[in-house]
């Protein structure tokens, strides 16, 4: 197969996959989960507690509950980095993120930022920590030295701040932002301070994720009449590869481990995309309506408004060994009206 017939894959070249299968589900009891991660190793989830002001340490085999951790604030965002966890809280005055140890279950520090709406994403290895929010007059990325806690500032230009994402060398930032009409993803080089890209998108933006090798970029945006759709963004060259309008009110997705499907939280299922062919190739029903999920090896997590979190294992696709999962569909679907 040559790169190019690889380029232009159709549906009926990728095999479906199998369905999810429930593992099971924990009550976790504190309201609304807003967000949750997974530890790389994947033994620990963490979620959000919106309505204790904490953390939940959840054991990701027996899902069952360690503990809580306290955090200043009310937490609607939380990254792992090794044993040490990063949640972003909202409070009266300013955001702020908090850091916790999720081994031993103890609050370590809070570090109070004047920004609003955190985006919160640890370098490889934890030294550095990304945050970008709003601030006064624009969006705009703190880079954290976390053991000195000095920061330097990058302006953004835009409103608000949708994810932050950093790639697997360390080198470079992603930086989803939008305003009402629409969204960009700026491409920042952390170690020089500065914004080395920019790349517009069809919609306002609603989340960002990274491909294994940080090359790629997928946005996720929502458009007030087209409904969602993900963009794959070439990172180096910072242009739109492929847009695919998927409809539904999308809000929020992870990238499965092998770099094949993305699961999509939508009103009220989980929705699987597949990123070679950019097409919907299957849908998950949570019971429940779906706020947050994350990917740990094949296993997916769903946080939902009840509080609860369930398990659902997925299987790897199968896929022909001469194709590459990393190379992209450059094909762009057709707008339809949600």
């Not at 030295?145 to 330097?152: C, H, L, P, T």
Request: net charge negative; glycine share 8%.
């Amino acid at each position: 197969m040559t790169m190019a017939q690889a380029l232009m894959l159709t549906a009926a070249d990728v095999r479906p996959i199998a369905e999810a299968r429930r593992l099971g589900a924990i009550d976790v009891q504190h309201g609304p989960i807003g967000d949750l991660a997974v530890s790389a190793d994947g033994s620990t989830i963490l979620t959000t507690n919106s309505a204790a002001d904490s953390v939940s340490v959840l054991d990701a085999g027996s899902l069952t509950l360690d503990g809580l951790v306290p955090v200043l604030g009310d937490p609607y965002a939380v990254v792992m980095a090794g044993d040490r966890a990063f949640v972003a809280a909202a409070s009266v005055t300013c955001d702020a993120v908090s850091a916790v140890d999720s081994s031993a279950m103890d609050f370590l520090a809070s570090l109070p930022l004047d920004l609003n709406h955190l985006s919160v994403a640890p370098s490889h290895g934890g030294r550095r920590l990304l945050v970008a929010g709003t601030g006064h007059e624009c969006a705009e990325l703190a880079i954290i030295d976390v053991e000195s806690g000095r920061a330097n500032r990058v302006f953004l230009d835009a409103d608000t701040v949708d994810a932050v994402r950093v790639a697997p060398n360390g080198r470079l930032v992603d930086v989803a932002a939008s305003d009402a009409d629409n969204g960009c993803v700026f491409v920042v080089d952390p170690a020089k301070g500065r914004v080395v890209g920019a790349v517009p998108t069809a919609s306002p933006i609603r989340d960002l994720e990274l491909s294994r090798d940080g090359s790629v970029a997928y946005a996720l945006g929502c458009d007030p009449e087209y409904g969602g759709v993900v963009e794959t963004i070439d990172t180096t060259a910072h242009r739109v590869l492929a847009t695919a309008w998927i409809g539904g009110f999308p809000t929020q997705f992870a990238l499965g481990a092998d770099g094949t499907r993305m699961y999509l939280v939508d009103v009220d299922h989980v929705a699987v995309w597949c990123t070679i062919t950019n097409e919907i190739v299957d849908t998950i029903t949570v019971g429940a309506l779906p706020s947050c999920v994350a990917v740990s090896h094949d296993t997916l997590y769903v946080a939902d408004y009840s509080g609860t979190v369930t398990a659902f294992e997925v299987p790897l696709p199968s896929f022909d060994d001469v194709i590459d999962v990393e190379t992209l569909a450059l094909t762009a679907r057709e707008l339809e009206p949600v």
